[in-house]
């Protein structure tokens, strides 16, 4: 029987245990796990069967983790890192390797902008080419026989921009390319990145699949979307991998990036989800669907009130009738353009600091996609390692400020806000 996404949020992954009857999924805290026999243990280190070694690359918990945000997002398999961050750099450096290219939208996240547009050339000797979000001339240009892949974000942080998900994912596969994005901000209930060509997806599962600020961690989809095997651009698919007796990725079909990503990667940098942490987030992913409504719904509401509000130099949100990302959002987000938003308030950046210092309610610290409503200067905290020309083409300018509204009482947040905006002159 195929259930519907609200059954699967809840259920997925995960039957009650044989042996205890648990009907809540366990914490497994243990590091390692003990073989059938000899035969078993060479089986599992050789990939030839599937199992837990070491935590380190699967732990039973975890899986369950896995496995349901996987159905959520109709793919073929997840795999789960530490933190976001950490998934990004595993979900490219899978497929990219030094002296390679891969192109990345300009409107990113400021520390993802940074990793892509420093980081990757100075650390790894890979170069990303920086596309402005509706440039698909540029785009096409920028592709040549050293691309890997193209990344992108489905709401741009904190731009809140909207690129056009099937035009890019044309292009990248017309040049047999993978498309990865970033699906942190849309989730898998707002946006369906397999139906619009999206190949790979990661999150920062701290954010809206965690939802209560209480746990960092990260994943990797594979949609099954994309073939690795007799492509050119992959050669490390398709060699033998001697570390692993000779395994060649591509032969292993739908499977084959996300073997690489678990048996290279994960095993390779540690960077591995707790087990307590994947418990934390399945008790956030229950309610996803629930939470995202909420989140949307009072995040118009806001955004309406300060679109209207005389001190209000401009709001950035698609959800807004008028917005230019309005009609893209109606193809690409119907269920709603999420829970987070920039404005600008007059006054420039002396008038913004003031109004965040006034805010009784809103919460200024580094993170977003939380129950409770959020606040930060991009400016000067998350973008603040970018210059004024990186600045300007992610978006940022100095009177933006970036608002995630949480699931408290509409009336109480637009309260709190009139106030801040009455102290900011």
């Known amino acids: 029987m195929e259930y519907k996404f609200e059954t699967l949020q809840v259920h997925a992954g995960y039957s009650p245990e044989s042996g205890t009857g648990a009907r809540a999924v366990p914490i497994y805290q243990t590091t390692a796990y003990q073989f059938e026999n000899a035969s078993d ?97 540029a785009l096409k240009a920028a592709i040549n026989d050293k691309t890997r892949c193209i990344y992108l974000e489905t709401l741009g942080n904190p731009n809140i921009n909207i690129p056009d998900f099937e035009k890019i994912s044309s292009i990248a596969h017309t040049h047999g390319l993978p498309v990865i994005l970033d699906n942190t901000f849309g989730t898998p209930w707002l946006f369906n990145a397999k139906a619009h060509g999206i190949d790979f997806t990661v999150h920062s599962l701290t954010k809206y699949i965690g939802g209560h600020g209480s746990s960092m961690g990260g994943s990797v989809s594979d949609l099954g979307t994309f073939s690795f095997k007799g492509n050119p651009r992959f050669l490390e698919f398709n060699v033998p991998d001697e570390t692993y007796h000779g395994l060649v990725y591509s032969e292993l079909g739908k499977g084959g990036y996300l073997a690489k990503l678990r048996a290279g990667f994960l095993r390779d940098t540690g960077a591995c989800l707790s087990p307590f942490n994947a418990f934390l987030l399945l008790q956030g992913i229950e309610t996803l669907s629930l939470r995202m409504q909420r989140h ?70 580094a993170n977003v996609s939380d129950v409770r409503s959020l606040v930060v200067h991009p400016a000067s905290t998350t973008h603040a390692q970018l210059d004024a020309e990186a600045l300007k083409a992610a978006g940022v300018s100095e009177d933006m400020i970036r608002l995630s509204i949480g699931l408290e009482a509409t009336a109480d947040l637009i309260a709190d806000l009139e106030q801040a905006l009455e102290n900011s002159y």
């Open 41 to 137: 243990a060479a089986a599992q280190f050789a990939l030839e069967k599937q199992g837990h070694i070491y935590s380190r690359i699967a732990n039973p918990t975890t899986a369950v983790l896995e496995q349901r945000i996987n159905a959520l997002e109709e793919g073929e398999g997840t795999v789960c890192f530490a933190s976001g961050m950490a998934a990004i750099v595993a979900a490219v450096l899978n497929l990219a390797s030094t002296g390679s290219e891969i192109i990345a939208l300009s409107t990113l996240y400021g520390g993802a902008y940074t990793l892509f547009f420093q980081r990757f050339e100075q650390r790894y000797g890979i170069k990303a080419h920086r596309v402005e979000p509706e440039d698909f001339g």
């Open 296 to 365: 949307c719904e009072n995040t118009l509401i806001v955004a309406k009130y300060l679109k209207n509000h005389p001190r209000v130099a401009w709001v950035n949100y698609p959800g807004l009738s008028g917005d230019k990302y309005y009609e893209r959002a109606k193809k690409y987000l119907p269920k709603g353009s999420g829970g987070i938003f920039t404005f600008g308030i007059k006054g420039g950046i002396e008038s913004g600091r003031r109004f965040i210092d006034a805010l009784k309610l809103f919460s200024l610290l």
